[in-house]
């Protein structure tokens, strides 16, 4: 089975804040945030794979900033590690103010996801090589998060 990069499944998408997607606050839904994070993340996850996939969990959800209505949300999906038939991958949301030309993270969340054959069974996945320092780092954080997934259902 061949390796893939992270470069080769990474998934950058934008979207306008609309009025309707805020909440009284004027700031966008955490709810559709949540969406849009998951949809980045599937893409970047049928990529790897080029099977189809299924979210199996979202973890370390962090809402840092807020997103303005009027600024765009940029979404940013890429793999960060590999195994037989599962994949993490780390998305982060961005607040962009064109008009000023500014930029700020506005949320940040770890995806899982399983490979899925053609009965929709988990099947084997291609293997993640990373390449940039960042990519490594973001690796063995993935391989600690994994353990620490692992042993909360041993604990069960």
């Excluded at 499944?9 to 839904?29: F, K, P, Y």
């Excluded at 961005?94 to 099947?123: M, R």
């Amino acid at each position: 089975m061949k390796t893939k990069t992270p470069s080769e499944s990474r998934t950058e998408t934008c979207r306008i804040i609309r009025q309707n997607d805020v909440n009284s606050l004027g700031t966008a839904h955490g709810g559709y945030i949540l969406e849009w994070m998951d949809t980045a993340a599937s893409i970047c996850a049928r990529r790897h794979t080029n099977l189809r996939v299924n979210t199996v969990a979202v973890e370390e959800l962090f809402f840092v900033n807020p997103l303005h209505s009027g600024h765009v949300a940029k979404i940013v999906a890429s793999l960060s590690r590999t195994f037989k038939t599962s994949m993490e991958v780390v998305v982060n949301v961005y607040d962009e103010d064109t008009i000023n030309d500014s930029e700020n993270l506005a949320v940040t969340g770890v995806f899982i996801f399983v490979g899925l054959d053609e009965n929709g069974k988990p099947t084997r996945i291609p293997q993640l090589v990373p390449e940039t320092d960042d990519e490594k780092k973001l690796w063995d954080e993935a391989g600690r998060r994994r353990d620490n997934r692992q042993q909360r259902k041993r604990e069960k």
